[in-house]
């Protein structure tokens, strides 16, 4: 018989092998590159701002994202510090691999390692309220069983997205390139469940996306006889598009916003013709109703942030710097509660907020929380 001590052993011997394979299977490693400004002689500041940039990088590649963020926010190291430190740390570990210091430039290549689950936490945290994806496919008439059944950009899918950019959204159109993802969402459309949908999102850091399909009947056939031996003269088409409103909510859930369906008619020689004719009915009368809803609920998202700002010598200054985040997309309004001290209403992200208040030529953000940015007056 066994002896009892080895026995044990082997079982925790066993177990710790089981618990280590789990954790290596749960963090996944690349190499990645970052580059950052030099501010005068402060290498220092650049070569961790390259690191911040480097590491972001690595965590979308593991996401797979389409829409870097590093092209919407300038500040990467500022970002790292916001969003990496709430989530307990995506990357795991890093190596500084290569440095290189340029005129005005410094470079580093890493190896880091990222936890994909915090990876995603990390992404959808960079989501913007007011971005949005569009996927609406249409059936259309085949001539052959080789050809798409589909066309995936069509004259409803770019009314609504002209509709939402008209609006201030950033609108990301799905069918542009993304066929590999035109399957999962036409099986998430027919079985219901939307969780697949959430990559998506990550992908282009949005919170919302409107999907749905639009099919078509022929009414009448071109030819058919419609009574004291008249014939038709043109194919009757009944086009119907159903469509889903789906966001995103703070828990990570995908919460449907709006459902509908509508039906309009078209009639030309041309099958496909017939149903272009009744798109443009339909988006005609169903792009206002989705840019509505989706304001509707980006409303619900406005906040009220504190902007306290360090400095401000007077009240001509103060004016200024109230004109400054008056003028930053998003903002609903700005109240002043102080010298340096105002109350902003605000639609988006708040780390948008920040960023944008960081461009600004005399203002410098010095702490930021998602209800309290303090920024320093130059």
Same mark, same amino acid.
Not at 217 to 222: F, Q, Y
């Given at each position: ?13 066993? %177990?710790?092998? %089981? ?18 400004? /030099? ?22 590649? @593991? ?11 300038? &500040? ?10 709430? =989530? ?18 410094? +470079? ?7 936890? #994909? ?22 059936? $259309?008439?085949? *001539? *052959? #069983? ?13 009314? =609504? ?32 469940? @939307?969780?697949?949908?959430?990559? @998506? ?5 949005? &919170? ?8 078509? +009947? ?12 008249? $014939? ?42 017939? /149903? ?16 509505? $809803? ?37 903002? &609903? ?13 605000? *639609?988006?992200?708040?780390?948008? @907020? ?11 953000? *010095? $702490?930021? +929380?998602?209800?309290? /940015? ?5």
């Amino acid at each position: 018989m066994m002896n009892k001590k080895i026995y044990i052993s082997i079982v925790l011997i066993a %177990i710790s092998l %089981i618990f280590s394979d789990t954790l290596y299977a749960d963090v996944k490693c690349g190499e990645a590159v970052g580059e950052a400004a /030099i501010n005068g002689t402060d290498i220092p500041s650049a070569k961790a701002e390259a690191i911040a940039r480097a590491k972001w990088s690595a965590i979308e590649q @593991l996401v797979g994202v389409e829409v870097k963020s590093q092209t919407i926010v300038q &500040n990467m190291a500022f970002v790292d510090d916001a969003v990496s430190r709430e =989530i307990g740390g995506v990357v795991k570990s890093y190596d500084v691999l290569s440095e290189k210091k340029g005129t005005d430039t410094y +470079t580093v290549r890493i190896k880091a390692c990222v936890e #994909p689950a915090k990876a995603e936490k990390a992404v959808s945290a960079l989501a913007r309220n007011n971005s949005v994806i569009v996927f609406v496919p249409v059936k $259309k008439a085949v *001539s *052959s #069983p080789t050809e798409a059944q589909f066309v995936e950009t069509n004259v409803l899918s770019e009314a =609504i997205i002209s509709g939402l950019t008209e609006s201030g959204y950033t609108v990301a159109d799905l069918a542009s390139g993304q066929t590999s993802d035109v399957g999962m969402v036409e099986q998430a459309l027919k079985s219901g469940n @939307l969780l697949s949908l959430r990559s @998506l999102l990550y992908k282009f850091l949005a &919170n919302i996306l409107v999907i749905g399909s639009a099919d078509y +009947t022929v009414s009448t056939e071109k030819g058919a006889d419609i009574g004291y031996g008249v $014939k038709m003269p043109f194919n009757n088409i009944t086009v119907t598009l159903t469509y889903r409103i789906v966001y995103k909510d703070a828990n990570g859930e995908m919460v449907i916003l709006s459902a509908g369906s509508k039906s309009d008619k078209g009639m030309a020689a041309n099958i496909n013709d017939g /149903i272009r004719k009744g798109l443009n009915k339909i988006s005609e009368n169903i792009t206002p109703i989705i840019v509505n $809803k989706i304001a509707e609920h980006t409303k619900l998202s406005v906040k009220r942030v504190q902007v306290k700002v360090e400095g401000v010598p007077d009240i001509n200054a103060n004016f200024e710097v109230k004109d400054m985040l008056t003028n930053i997309s998003w903002v &609903n309004s700005v109240e002043e509660s102080g010298i340096g001290e105002f109350v902003v209403k605000y *639609s988006e992200n708040t780390i948008y @907020l920040a960023n944008s208040i960081n461009q600004k030529e005399r203002l410098k953000v *010095s $702490k930021f +929380t998602p209800y309290l /940015i303090t920024v320093k007056y130059k």
